[in-house]
């Protein structure tokens, strides 16, 4: 079965604060996505990428960075946390026909 | 720009049958598909449409027609544990360097009752 683990289920952490949020899947996908989901506003695309050290900004890229310097792993950076980034967060990943994406379980970050 | 657009909520009876539509406006469109998301849980991929017509996996159909930019997943003998949200997202490229991206819907919260 294809996996997609986030690494947080649930994370905390303070205004201005630096945060990673990583995310590993084991299918070799070449395409790998972060969501974030929040209430009545469904899945708005951050940032993708199609290949390693290969990105591009989604719709909302704004206060987000994202690396991928493996090709399993795909990392979303908040370079400093802010109260509107409370939300819930997704990684995806997909073959390049994104016929298919696979989920992880999400991570939901509370900005305090 | 592009969008998605779906109902927010439909609630129908167990037993019955239910169609969710979307409509979509987009740029270099590839296929439709469609995500089943229950509470707590991770969106799981329901059925895909690059063509037009009708998709059919088990009691679930799915729909496309390109030319009115519409679709929409039929759920029939519905059961309480199809009460989820479902989202139609588009197969489509980017306007910045033309990459394939996966844009989502926001979302129809299904609620099916006795």
């Known amino acids: 079965d294809v996996k997609v683990t986030q690494s947080s289920r649930y994370l905390v952490k303070r205004t201005g604060e630096k945060v990673f949020l990583e995310c590993v899947q084991d299918m070799d996908h070449e395409n790998m996505f972060w969501y974030r989901q929040d209430p009545g506003l469904g899945l708005r695309l951050i940032y993708f990428?199609?290949?390693?050290?290969?990105?591009e900004k989604g719709d909302i890229p704004e206060g987000y960075s994202v690396s991928r310097e493996k090709k399993e792993r795909f990392s979303l950076i908040l370079e400093s946390a802010s109260t509107n980034q409370t939300s819930m967060y997704l990684c995806?990943?997909?073959?390049?026909?994104?016929?298919?994406?696979?989920f992880g379980q999400g991570t939901r970050l509370t900005v305090v | 720009g592009q969008s998605l657009e779906q109902p927010s909520e439909v609630t129908a009876v167990e037993g019955a049958i239910v169609q969710i539509n979307c409509t979509y406006q987009t740029s270099g469109f590839y296929g439709l598909s469609w995500y089943q998301q229950h509470d707590g849980g991770a969106p799981t991929f329901l059925s895909y449409n690059a063509l037009d017509g009708l998709e059919e996996t088990g009691r679930f159909s799915s729909f496309l027609s390109r030319s009115d930019s519409y679709g929409y997943l039929l759920l029939q003998e519905l059961q309480m544990k199809d009460s989820a949200s479902y989202f139609c997202?588009?197969?489509?490229?980017?306007?910045?360097?033309?990459?394939?991206?996966?844009?989502f819907g926001t979302g129809t919260r299904l609620t099916i009752i006795p």
């Open positions: 997202a588009v197969r489509d490229r980017s306007s910045n360097f033309g990459n394939e991206k996966l844009t």
């Open positions: 990428s199609y290949d390693v050290k290969m990105k």
């Open positions: 995806a990943s997909s073959l390049p026909q994104n016929t298919e994406a696979f």
